[in-house]
């Protein structure tokens, strides 16, 4: 098999090519998880060959760990007030497993592979505790941590392996349930 850059009537774009094959591997990494995806089917998902990925990411973990970078775009809670704080967690939250399918991927992966579960500790460490800190007056670490268990327990519960209630409840539902116990991490 050629690949991308040696197609007929393809232009030759290496920056292209490798965006095609994060988000072919954030589909698959969604879809079939860390384990059962193999660069050779992400290869096939671009037309690509195989040694294309490799060249590009090194490694099926190099390629997990870029399709992985995932920006939970969470807002500036510094100006946020107290008693909402919760209310905007939980809708970012929710967007994010609902709209992005790099989340639960990772998620899923967490369990099995370290490179996952380091993937998942970056997010939060980078993203999610910075931004907690910011808006708590003690402890933040802690806070953060109980507030990343108490988000990722339910995506697991709710979407990963899709129990019911969890499974069943709208948004608003989620919110009542989540809103109280984040709110006394993040507070109390």
């Known amino acids: 098999m050629s690949t991308s850059d040696d197609m007929p ?3 030759r774009d290496a920056g292209a ?9 954030r589909r698959r990494f969604a879809a079939d998880g860390y384990e059962r995806t193999t660069i050779r089917a992400v290869a096939g998902d671009v037309g690509v060959d195989a040694a294309l990925v ?6 099926k973990e190099g390629l997990f760990t870029r399709a992985a970078e995932l920006d939970l775009r969470l807002p500036d809670l510094t100006g946020v007030r107290a ?5 905007v967690l939980v809708d970012r939250f929710l967007t ?23 993937a998942m500790r970056s997010v939060f460490a980078t993203q999610v505790a910075p931004a907690l800190a910011a808006v708590t007056d003690d402890r933040a670490p802690e806070r ?17 392996l899709r129990m019911t209630p969890l499974a069943d409840m709208t948004r608003d539902q989620a919110q009542a349930w989540l809103g109280p116990t ?6 109390d």
């Open 9 to 11: 009537g393809r232009a």
């Open 54 to 59: 490799i060249r590009y990411f090194g490694s």
């Open 83 to 87: 008693g909402d704080l919760s209310k």
């Open 17 to 25: 090519t490798r965006d095609e094959l994060l988000s072919a591997a």
């Open 144 to 160: 953060a941590a109980l507030v990343g268990a108490t988000v990722l327990g339910f995506a697991l519960g709710r979407y990963v």
């Open 96 to 118: 994010v497993w609902e709209e992005d399918g790099t989340f639960l991927a990772l998620l899923r992966a967490a369990a099995t592979s370290e490179v996952a579960a380091e």
């Open 182 to 187: 984040l709110r006394h991490y993040l507070l």
